[in-house]
């Protein structure tokens, strides 16, 4: 199946972990030759506005500064999906309930693989709302 079809589905599990709040954090790795852009990270930020995620670019040089980016989901799914096959081969999705890998061949074939969860609990913070028990 075509890598594009299947990065689709394995969203939609991305999409599932923070519904159901197992979200913790994404990473895309296995670069295409030796780019100098290393990493590209999702991480969880709530807020007020409702659920985000910082996306990080991570490069190789320390002569070139990291960046960060509060997205929502969907903006960060547009930037994902413009980095693979041109940057990188794979995608993992770490939840408390199961790891999802995404890879691309080399043909351009994609596919997924689960794993026990790497994270046990994410730690959402308090809203205005939850009193203290005493």
Do not use: C
């Not at 780019?35 to 996306?55: A, C, E, M």
């Not at 413009?82 to 081969?89: E, G, P, R, T």
Request: without cysteine; hydrophobic residues 35%; aromatic residues 12%.
């Amino acid at each position: 199946m075509p890598y594009q079809d299947v990065f689709v589905q394995f969203w939609n599990q991305v999409k599932e972990s923070v519904e159901e709040g197992s979200f913790a954090k994404l990473t895309m790795a296995k670069t295409i030759g030796k780019p100098n852009l290393k990493n590209i990270f999702l991480r969880p930020v709530y807020s007020k506005d409702g659920f985000k995620v910082l996306l990080k670019f991570r490069y190789r040089s320390k002569d070139t500064e990291d960046r960060e980016e509060e997205l929502t989901l969907d903006e960060a799914f547009e930037v994902l999906k413009s980095h693979l096959k041109s940057h990188f081969f794979s995608v993992i999705l770490f939840s408390t309930k199961k790891d999802v890998l995404f890879k691309v061949n080399r043909k351009g074939a994609g596919s997924i693989t689960e794993t026990e969860p790497s994270f046990s609990m994410v730690i959402q913070p308090k809203s205005d709302t939850d009193s203290d028990m005493e």
